[in-house]
């Protein structure tokens, strides 16, 4: 079975600064996909940024980016120029590749924006 | 373009009593998604749906748990009888048949078992 650790509970950062999240995930599966999304105080999930493993390029998605270290199985996200509505839950997700589409998460950050 | 519909937002209800969880997929999108959030256990998939067929059901919980695709725009969850560790955060998804991968959320369903 797939598990997906985020250890950082919680973070802060000022509003403008760069702060990375940390996602590490166990699997022994070669094709998988990685995910985060983003949980604001609404509760609606949006997803951040997807990576597909075969993929040795990192995804990027305007001033969100991830460190994708496949043999480290780390998959961090680097928010840059951070913005008082990034604020919010941010959950690391894991799917296995193939016919099978669950989505796996891990446990949450909570990352605060301060102005 | 509207998004994955979740209706009630929120559901009080009391133990024993029997409730429904409505979700209407994103126009297109043939596969359907049921999640449960919890504090303790997190995110977690109950069930999911291709073509309005179940797929994996191993994520519910247990036989008071079911859920029904009676077409591709429309899916419910039942609980019955319900009871207070079912309180929890209910989100349903969507994704389209080409980009099967990506899961799109709706605003899920708050319910809380008295």
């Known amino acids: 079975a797939q598990t997906v650790t985020q250890s950082q509970p919680e973070m802060s950062v000022q509003e403008a600064e760069t702060v990375t999240l940390s996602c590490t995930y166990d699997t022994s599966e070669n094709n998988y996909y990685l995910f985060w999304y983003k949980q604001p105080p609404s509760r609606q999930m949006i997803l951040v940024i997807r990576?597909?493993?075969?993929?040795?390029q990192n995804a990027t998605e305007n001033r969100f980016s991830v460190n994708f270290q496949k043999a480290a199985k780390s998959f961090s996200l680097k928010i840059s120029d951070s913005q008082l509505g990034d604020t919010a839950m941010y959950f690391c997700a894991f799917m296995k590749g193939g016919s099978n589409y669950k989505l796996t998460f891990g446990k949450g950050t909570l990352l605060t924006v301060n102005p | 373009d509207a998004g994955v519909i979740q209706s009630p937002r929120h559901e009080v209800t009391e133990m024993g009593q029997e409730v429904t969880l409505r979700c209407k997929p994103i126009?297109?999108?043939?596969?359907l998604f049921w999640y449960r959030q919890t504090m303790m256990r997190g995110l977690e998939l109950l069930i999911y749906f291709n073509n309005n067929v179940p797929i994996d059901d191993s994520g519910m919980p247990e036989d008071r748990f079911s859920a029904k695709m009676p077409n591709a725009s429309f899916s419910t969850l039942k609980i019955q009888p319900s009871e207070p560790r079912d309180s929890a955060v209910y989100f349903c998804?969507?994704?389209?048949?080409?980009?099967?991968?990506?899961?799109?959320f709706g605003p899920g369903t708050r319910l809380t078992v008295l």
């Open positions: 998804a969507s994704s389209f048949e080409k980009r099967i991968d990506t899961q799109y």
């Open positions: 126009s297109g999108h043939n596969s």
């Open positions: 990576q597909e493993a075969y993929k040795q």
